[in-house]
């Protein structure tokens, strides 16, 4: 025997089938959670890419300082390498040495990383400041 009645969901005349208030909360319940984990995780993600860039960028600048020091036996004038999308480039040179530091912008406008004529590294921002580059949260020399 069929019930046609009000007792059971999805049983009214029509058949239609609707979600319940518990269960639209308890999705968005979830989704929130979801959210809380994923989005930190990227902003970290995008964050280790930006650095990883700027290390490259400055890497690059040393070979390209030490070539022209090669060439012209001094580092003044040397060519400095064109920023990224996060970070700028600025270097300082004279007869006797260089430093090219990468200073980010916007989202990254904490991390500060060098590197001169006697290869040293530093870095300087939210991971930590240390003689070495910081390429992740939590990493140290």
């Not at 005349?13 to 994923?38: C, D, Q």
């Not at 022209?68 to 040397?78: I, S, W």
């Not at 090219?100 to 060098?114: L, P, Q």
């Amino acid at each position: 025997m069929e019930s046609g009645g009000t007792g059971s969901r999805g049983s009214g005349p029509t058949g239609a089938l609707g979600v319940t208030l518990i269960e639209l909360m308890i999705t968005a319940l979830v989704l929130a959670i979801l959210l809380s984990v994923a989005i930190p995780s990227y902003r970290e993600y995008v964050r280790r890419g930006a650095v990883a860039g700027a290390i490259e960028v400055l890497a690059g600048g040393r070979v390209v300082a030490e070539q022209y020091f090669l060439d012209n036996r001094e580092y003044e004038g040397m060519p400095c390498p064109a920023g990224t999308r996060h970070f700028t480039i600025e270097c300082e040179s004279d007869e006797d040495g260089y430093t090219i530091t990468a200073v980010g912008n916007g989202s990254m406008d904490e991390f500060v990383y060098t590197i001169n004529e006697a290869n040293l590294r530093t870095t300087r921002g939210p991971w930590g400041d240390a003689n070495c580059w910081i390429t992740r949260k939590g990493e140290g020399c």
